[in-house]
């Protein structure tokens, strides 16, 4: 496979297990102002030295050691977008805020508040914010999931090739 | 265990896989108008003989045999409600829709949109919706899951002498 050599650094990534984890199972956690929940940390917005992704938020809303799955809140800025890379476990997302695009293998969809977009193994994906508002989804995972794989420049050129990939990943997306 | 010694008539439960498996691979599938999606069956409104729930439908999201995780939406319509029941298997759940109120396990709390609600395993619940508008609810389980097991007589009248929860099961909702 044309995976990345060096160990990906992913956004998605990070503490096996979220400090909230602790708290999961309070029955009741109430919704606050701008889409962000009691007793979930936010971790806050990072630029990736290599522009893998750019201003991208993520809140773990369930993840518990008796469920199989979990479920995240990504927001993506303005103008922001998710990293382009794939895996082998599934993504299975909802957009809650906003619009944008996004990049599933060789498709780009627009994406309007609460469509469903379904990433099966091993496909190269990336989300898009349109430029005047943030783009929220949820995103549901296993639990027991593989690392993110990025692209090599082989992989980048390749996907370019498509003129509607290539205006996509430059921030110019139409679909 | 106090379980019912018939076998549960649940609202949940019933094909294990719904029809729409074979295009859950599709990557977009959009959103529709009230809280319906393209390409989605919605398990229409139906009224339990024994009153165990009230006029609530059923949309499979996201269920694919390489998730370890489905994803459902549930829309409860005014007045209506979920079955009082409980499983082995947790629910996260997250309000997408409208306000309400839910009993998990001895607690009564009142539901706003966006709300989070986690139901541990083996824990009574149940969700309301307020007279005026559906309740709507995104709802997180493992593919892999028991039956619930519906409430006896006895476990009601138990729950019942809080009257909290008394209130709460006879559609008069306090939290």
Known sequence: MAASPVAPAS?????????????????????????????????????DERALYKTITRQVLFSD????GELRYFEVAPGGFSAL??????????????????????????LETRD???VPP????????????PLGFLCMVDAQRDRPQLPTAEDVARLEQDPQI??????K???
């Open 11 to 47: 956004f998605e990534t990070g503490a096996a297990r979220p400090p909230q984890d602790e708290v999961s199972r309070v029955p009741h956690r109430g919704a606050k102002a701008d889409f962000r929940w009691e007793g979930v940390e936010m971790r806050p917005y990072k630029e």
């Open 65 to 68: 050691p008796d469920m199989a």
């Open 85 to 110: 890379e794939r895996h082998q476990h599934m993504h299975a997302v909802l957009i809650l805020r906003g619009r944008g695009h996004c990049l599933v293998g060789d498709e780009v969809k627009r």
């Open 116 to 118: 469903l977009v379904t």
């Open 122 to 133: 091993m496909t190269w994906h990336q989300f898009r914010a349109t430029a005047d508002e």
């Open 166 to 171: 290539a205006g996509f990943l430059s921030g």
């Open 173 to 175: 997306p139409r679909a």
